[in-house]
């Protein structure tokens, strides 16, 4: 029996209720970039709600430490909610609990990185501090989070306003991406995410393969997914044509590009189940486990004054702000364009229409694998 789903692995629920069912998994490791952005999170969180923070306190809870990196972004991403405000911080909820029950007992929970309101709209962010690209738009873990947050709130609001802060990926819509709904619609998510639930407590075991088996720790052993990892490698044999014409040109492209995820995916996923194979003692002919670690950093406590105590040696820098960093400190543009130089590293083929996807591969997403 499912008792709770949180919210970030929500989307994966609306799209494939049988990855919840599946038993004896690799447990899912925390890696270097997940503790990095959990840190980031951290020192976002101490600018929104005006946390002091002491200068010996140089690391987050975790132990990663707070980078130069890491608090510029988080305070580009502070001052844009305190302009929007007027220049205060007041009012501002952070990592606010927001757990709600819906009417199949299953409880969606979560825990927002930040929520407000202004000019009567609520407002619900999320703060994405890695380069995988992230959306708004039917963002099904900030839907939870807002579905949430009005139940907590006990309140209607005539916008919703739903956005991704990603300041480190590029994106053409900009680091902060937004979707606006009327309370109407977060009624109709709502109803959308209840009757899923009611069908997942009814029996609805269907497996659909789609973008949210990426981070699945079932891939290696889910019957969908494999069937459509094995379907990708035969048609991307189908290279019978000593020419192609553009169009075809295009869809091949396409559909490589669709089987070097599943690949990627299968791979990580297999890994995983290795790892935690090994890790029970049981033996992988031909693979063992190797630590990796991160770079070294400072303990907690270290700062530049107590090394120069001990050792009479200053380890501090000084070094010049990159030009978007500059251009966020308030260096005019025009000035920047003028002194700055782009060098020509090659050319990059883009993909410019993402609407044609290879169904070839996947098949019919709402037929049930058995």
């Not at 029996?1 to 994966?12: A, N, T, V």
């Not at 790892?275 to 486990?289: C, V």
């Not at 990796?292 to 530049?304: A, D, E, H, M, V």
């Amino acid at each position: 029996m499912i008792k709770s789903i949180h919210c970030s692995k929500l989307s994966r629920a609306m799209a494939c209720a049988g990855s919840l069912f599946f038993e004896d998994l690799p447990k899912e490791e925390t890696n270097e970039a997940a503790l990095e952005g959990t840190a980031a999170g951290e020192y976002l969180e101490r600018l929104l709600t005006r946390q002091e923070l002491h200068p010996n306190v140089t690391h987050a809870r975790n132990g990663v430490p707070f980078d130069l990196d890491m608090r510029f972004y988080a305070l580009d991403v502070a001052v844009g909610i305190r302009d929007l405000l007027g220049g205060s911080y007041l009012g501002v909820n952070c990592e606010t609990v927001i757990d709600w029950q819906t009417q199949s007992g299953i409880a969606i929970k979560g825990r927002y990185d930040a929520s407000f309101t202004h000019e009567k709209n609520l407002y619900v962010d999320d703060y994405k501090y890695g380069f995988g690209i992230v959306e708004a738009k039917e963002n099904w873990q900030l839907l939870g989070y807002a579905i949430g947050e009005v139940i907590r709130r006990n309140c209607s609001f005539p916008t919703i306003v739903l956005r991704i802060h990603q300041p480190r990926a590029h994106h053409e819509e900009g680091t902060t991406r937004e979707w606006r709904i009327t309370y109407d619609e977060l009624i109709h998510y709502k109803t959308v995410i209840e009757n899923r639930m009611t069908a997942i407590v009814a029996g609805e075991k269907s497996l659909v393969t789609g973008n949210q088996c990426k981070y699945c720790p079932a891939a290696a052993a889910c019957p969908a997914f494999n069937k459509a990892y094995h379907r990708g490698v035969d048609i991307a044999h189908e290279f019978l044509q000593d020419t192609l014409d553009e169009e075809e040109l295009s869809y091949q492209l396409d559909l490589v590009g669709r089987v070097e995820d599943l690949i990627k995916t299968r791979k990580s996923s297999l890994e995983m189940l290795a790892i935690s194979r090994i890790k029970e003692g049981k033996l992988i002919t031909n693979y063992g486990i190797d630590q990796r670690y991160g770079n070294r950093t400072w303990k907690s406590g270290i700062s530049p004054d107590v090394i120069k105590m001990m050792t009479g040696k200053d380890v501090t820098k000084s070094e010049m702000l990159s030009p978007a960093q500059a251009e966020k400190v308030g260096v005019p543009i025009e000035m920047i364009n003028t002194i700055t130089e782009r060098k020509l590293l090659g050319n990059k083929l883009k993909k410019l229409d993402s609407s044609k996807l290879a169904d070839k591969i996947f098949g019919n997403p709402n037929k049930e694998i058995r």
